[in-house]
């Protein structure tokens, strides 16, 4: 079965500091795609980045980039110089490159940035 | 552009009434979701679609249905609605021909109460 679990419901950064959020997953396709999706208190979910399961190397895209570990099967999202903004629910997610692109999402890590 | 489409963006139903989620796309995307989320359970997967005139069942199919007539629509109906489907539902769309480094491009949801 596949699941993407995020063992940190809240978590909290010092603005200008760096943050790491925690996922792993489970599955058994050879092919799949890891993103992470923010959501913000306004409630539209934002997608951030990706990483296929054969890229050699770790996705970046400004200040975020996601640390992939294969063998270990998870997929943390880094968040360099948070800012205030950065407040927001963090969605790790999953999904397989056959059968319909469908998408598993964890239960998602909220983020408070103390100013 | 306007993206992802859902309305209404608000409704309470009383138990036993019935309604339809509308979800409108202009990104001529193949792929269509719905989602609804819970607190502390990330977003689950209710029906997709991968393209006009299919539909599949994902997770939580149970006391939905879908309809999916024309390519650009995704709709979403309760026949009679339960206080157990009171959540935020989403609707998302990708296009993954050729790319699989494509998120989904979420509506900005709609928050039903079922009284």
């Known amino acids: 079965a596949q699941k993407i679990t995020q063992t940190q419901p809240g978590m909290f950064v010092q603005e200008k500091e760096a943050v790491t959020l925690d996922c792993t997953y489970d599955?058994?396709?050879?092919?799949?795609?890891l993103f992470w999706y923010k959501q913000p208190s306004s409630g539209e979910m934002i997608f951030l980045i990706y990483?296929?399961?054969?890229?050699?190397q770790n996705a970046t895209e400004g200040r975020y980039s996601l640390n992939f570990q294969k063998a270990r099967k998870s997929a943390n999202l880094v968040i360099s110089a948070s800012q205030l903004g950065d407040s927001a629910m963090y969605f790790c997610?999953?999904?397989?490159?056959?059968?319909?692109?469908?998408?598993?999402f964890g239960a998602g890590t909220r983020l408070f940035v103390k100013a | 552009n306007a993206g992802v489409t859902q309305t209404p963006k608000f409704r309470v139903l009383k138990t036993g009434q019935s309604m339809t989620l509308l979800c409108a796309q202009d990104m001529n995307h193949e792929y269509m979701y719905w989602y609804r989320q819970d607190p502390g359970m990330g977003l689950r997967l209710i029906h997709y679609s991968v393209g006009e005139g299919t539909t599949a069942k994902g997770e939580v199919p149970d006391g939905y249905n879908v309809s999916r007539l024309k390519k650009q629509n995704f709709l979403l109906g309760l026949e009679s609605a339960a206080p157990s489907q009171t959540s935020v539902y989403f609707c998302?769309?990708?296009?993954?021909?050729?790319?699989?480094?494509?998120?989904?491009?979420f509506g900005s949801g709609t928050r039903l109460t079922v009284v």
């Open positions: 998302a769309s990708t296009d993954a021909n050729g790319a699989f480094n494509y998120g989904y491009t």
């Open positions: 990483q296929g399961s054969y890229d050699q």
């Open positions: 997610a999953m999904r397989p490159n056959t059968g319909g692109f469908k998408t598993i």
């Open positions: 599955t058994s396709d050879p092919s799949y795609g």
